[in-house]
């Protein structure tokens, strides 16, 4: 599957500034007449990328009814990466209820005045890799120094704090214009380049090629993915709507982690089939990506929390980034506290 990095990695500055402004049209959804069982009515989510198996336990959470069950007549899921669909401008302007972010995105809205908050986090490490080949691997930050790596531009600023976070001259390291083309990798133009552990590698791999990664994760740069940002309004005014939503979520990203092949199946013939997916990859996406899910601390604590030592470390590494924000400016966890206190038989048997 071809995949455009920006959708983590861009700072969508234009637009960031009237966020705040905008923030009064958000949580206002419209009932629909005969809604689910607690009338919830419709709401809109916003997906941060087109709709491929990075999205299963959403589309799990639709196809079995979680939703519905949860009181919902409709959660209709939007696709996300075009521009000016950030889900940060799409809560201001009231065009969703709901998204899917992540951290290096939502901090600068919510520094510019922005009434947002992550209130979960699907993907307990960011997919962000460095991908090489195994023939000329890069295992560890310093294996860097003297290679040849592929950037976007919409990637700098997770680049950069990569080489920051492990003290990196960037002179040391020859960045070189990447558009996320794997064959300048294979063609020994590139050493490495900076993509997704759960598409590079795997497509690598299907074309005969022995790919390696190294995570930002496990390399000084601890940040989530896919994480639900909605406006505090939201959380204010809507505590047990957004209940009802999360715990739909927990039920389909359940189901998604246990059957990824049912996944893949979901994304290439269903809610994605206009996207010409692969079965065969976006299965091997979907086991990829579990591992991003589905951590020891998820295993005790749930789907979609946090720790607090995690959410320190993404404080830390947003600062890294050039992006000082304080962990409660940012995060709120409590609604999903809430959630598991209430039913701990929604955790991962």
Known sequence: MAISLDRRAFLRTTGLAGLALGLAACGETTAAPGGGASGLGSVKLQLSWKKNVEFA?????????????????QVELLSGGGSGTSVESGLATGRCWAGLSAPTITAPAVLQGAQLKIVGA??????????SLNKNPI?????????????????ELVWNALLKANNLDPSSVTRVPFQSDPSMLTSGQLDGYVGYVTSGPVRLRMQGHDPAYLLFADAGLPLVAETFTVTQETIDKERDKLKAFLTAEIKGWRDAVAD????????????????????????????????LVVTPDVKANGLFTMTPELIEQNIASLAKAGLNIKAEQLFDLTILDEIYKADPS????
Do not use: C, H, R
């Open 57 to 73: 336990g959403e589309y799990f959470a639709d196809t079995k009814g979680y939703f519905k069950a949860a009181g919902f007549s």
């Open 122 to 131: 699907t993907f307990q490490k960011n997919p962000f890799a460095i991908v």
């Open 139 to 155: 295992k560890e930050a310093k294996d860097l120094a003297g290679k040849k790596i592929g950037v976007q531009d919409s990637n």
């Open 260 to 291: 990824p092949a049912k996944s893949a199946e979901l994304a290439a013939t269903v809610y994605g089939k206009d996207q010409n997916l692969d079965v065969k990859e976006q299965t091997e996406e979907a086991k990829m990506q579990n591992e």
């Open 346 to 349: 929604l955790k991962l048997s």
